[in-house]
């Protein structure tokens, strides 16, 4: 496939994750927080009792990253890197929990999205979706 037409799957995935994902649903400031370390930027993101974390690398190179111990379990919805939209490839897991590595390597000009995962069909419906790769590159 050309960039271009990889690049419009991505943007019509993304609004598809947008338009059926209780996380993303409504902007209401309140319910945002932003925190800056070196060249990376997250965003936590509470909508309908729902949370979601965005981790964006803006820098050059590959930027180690550690969370804060997340409750419960997360489950990757978005990455950037990924190949099959023409990323380098990611090791970022497509699961994290309180008992997995919390250390992440995000790749240059990237970005992950993690949601909060409460039921098996959540995490069926957000596959669905079909933004990350069920598997590492």
Same mark, same amino acid.
């Not at 974390?53 to 803006?58: D, G, P, Q, T, Y």
């Not at 490839?89 to 992950?112: A, H, M």
């Given at each position: 496939?050309? =960039?271009h037409?990889?690049?419009?799957? #991505?943007?019509?995935?993304?609004?598809?994750l947008?338009?059926?994902?209780? /996380? #993303?649903?409504?902007?209401?400031?309140? =319910?945002?927080?932003?925190?800056?370390?070196?060249?990376?930027?997250?965003?936590?993101? @509470?909508s309908?009792?729902?949370? @979601?974390?965005?981790? #964006?690398?803006?820098? *050059? &190179?590959?930027?180690?990253? @550690?969370? !804060?111990? !997340?409750?419960g379990?997360? =489950?990757k919805?978005? *990455?950037? /890197?990924?190949? $099959?939209w023409?990323? !380098?490839?990611?090791?970022? !897991?497509?699961?994290?929990?309180?008992?997995?590595?919390?250390?992440?390597?995000?790749?240059?000009?990237? #970005?992950?999205?993690?949601a909060? $995962?409460?039921?098996? &069909?959540?995490? /069926? *419906?957000? *596959?669905?979706?079909?933004?990350?790769?069920?598997?590492?590159?």
């Open positions: 496939k050309s =960039n037409a990889i690049l419009l799957d #991505f943007y019509k995935a993304v609004l598809r947008r338009k059926g994902h209780s /996380a #993303f649903e409504g902007l209401d400031a309140a =319910n945002i927080e932003c925190s800056v370390a070196g060249k990376c930027l997250t965003v936590l993101r @509470s309908k009792g729902r949370e @979601s974390v965005m981790i #964006f690398n803006f820098g *050059d &190179q590959p930027a180690p990253y @550690s969370l !804060p111990a !997340p409750i379990s997360w =489950n919805i978005v *990455d950037s /890197a990924e190949t $099959r023409a990323g !380098p490839g990611s090791d970022v !897991p497509i699961e994290i929990s309180q008992s997995s590595q919390l250390k992440l390597t995000l790749q240059p000009r990237s #970005f992950c999205v993690f909060e $995962r409460t039921t098996a &069909q959540e995490a /069926a *419906d957000v *596959d669905s979706v079909g933004l990350c790769d069920q598997k590492h590159e």
